[in-house]
């Protein structure tokens, strides 16, 4: 909950600086509540409002079990290793 508004805002930021992939690392996160969940769900919703791309690297098992209890695991973007891969070594595109 102390975090989730520095993380929207890094989103804001990065999303309106013309940012094309977004992905949220959530394996330091230690505690995922309705906040944080309600976070991702809009992050996502963003993205395929917007023509941005979300993914995100799952944490522990804890802060997974909460996706799961939910019901938005098989919603959400999770990456795979190779998907995140992919994504680290794909060319950077030039500025405009």
Do not use: N, Y
């Amino acid at each position: 909950m102390r975090t989730v508004g520095q993380v929207r805002e890094q989103l804001e930021t990065v999303t309106a600086t013309g940012a094309k992939h977004v992905v949220l690392d959530l394996r330091g996160v230690t505690f995922l509540d309705s906040t944080g969940l309600q976070l991702v769900l809009e992050a996502d919703a963003a993205s395929r409002a917007q023509g941005w791309k979300f993914g995100l690297i799952g944490g522990p098992a804890h802060v997974q079990q909460v996706f799961d209890l939910t019901g938005p695991r098989a919603r959400v973007p999770f990456l795979t290793a190779s998907e995140l891969a992919a994504l680290l070594t794909a060319p950077r595109e030039a500025p405009a």
